[in-house]
């Protein structure tokens, strides 16, 4: 089953519950991050962090190994409420944020915007619960730490001779449930479909007031928790419009100590377990040291 939904179908901004002003401070932010001095960059070095938060440069990441990298720039961040705690059980992704210096207010627009994904992914669970034939709160004592990384991310446009191995982002799916993604008004997005074929995910013009629209897809904790009845979203980012294009993905999980076995409904005699049970933190951990593998040996 693949799943995809949008929340332009739930009406207008103000239903989705993320202001518009917040989503604007947080664009803002990431455009005065990222055009920063590369050296200010680099010195939040994601190589540099044990539980991968902080900046990636230009094919820092390679999320398809038959792909020579990944033509963006990021920045990456977990859970931290507004007066700079963090959490200190969230097992393999223990850690804290590195904020950039010199930005006034960066890191409270990009929280600000993070706290409300984070509440708008909350809501859904009982969706995927339903879903599931499973009771409507069955996901609840398994969320109670949000388990949540966001990204902001900077492609440059893609421009002379175009060499097809390395593009925004490779073919992959996502690590964690579900993810949450604010994307601008430039095409890149592709998703793959039952037929082997990639369809453009097109941002609709108006479905927000800032002229954005979210998407959502499922991700490998859903696939491997529910066996693959829920299956992980194969998708790319390929930004040839000769424009930069910025995006906002959050990825939603449970929490970190959270073991991914299968549920009960999704396993039977002719449809065995398929994966082997790991926690949710080694799990996102785990794919997060093969996608910076490549980069980690060169650094």
Known sequence: MRYEM?????GSSTNHSIPSSI???AVNAARRFFSLPLSSKTSLDIHNSNNF?????????????ENRGDLHEGFD?????????????????????????????FREAVLDYYHAAVKLGQSLFPLFALALDL?????????????????????????????????????????????ILWQDEVQALQVLNNAGKWIDAVPIPGTLVVKFVFYHFLGDQFARWTNDVFKS????????????????????????????????????????????????????KSRLEATYAHSKMEN
Request: charged share 25%; aromatic share 10%; glycine share 10%.
């Open 6 to 10: 949008r929340v332009s179908m739930w």
């Open 23 to 25: 989503i604007v401070g």
């Open 53 to 65: 938060k902080g900046y990636t440069a230009l094919l820092g990441e390679n999320t398809n190994p």
């Open 77 to 105: 961040l977990g859970w931290e409420d507004m007066s700079g705690a963090t959490r200190s059980e969230d097992g393999a992704m223990t850690g804290e944020n590195a904020w950039p210096d010199g930005l006034p207010g």
């Open 135 to 179: 009771p409507e709160n069955f996901f609840e004592d398994k969320t109670t730490k949000p388990a949540a990384i966001m990204r902001l991310l900077h492609y440059p446009p893609q421009s002379g001779v175009v060499d097809d191995r390395v593009v925004g982002i490779g073919a992959h799916t996502d690590y964690e449930c579900f993810t």
């Open 233 to 284: 979203t194969v998708h790319r980012a390929v930004n040839r419009s000769g424009v930069e294009r910025y995006s906002i993905p959050l990825f939603f999980g449970t929490d970190y100590d959270v073991k991914l076995e299968p549920l009960s409904t999704c396993i039977s005699e002719e449809s065995p377990a398929k994966y082997e049970v790991v926690t949710a933190g080694d799990y996102v």
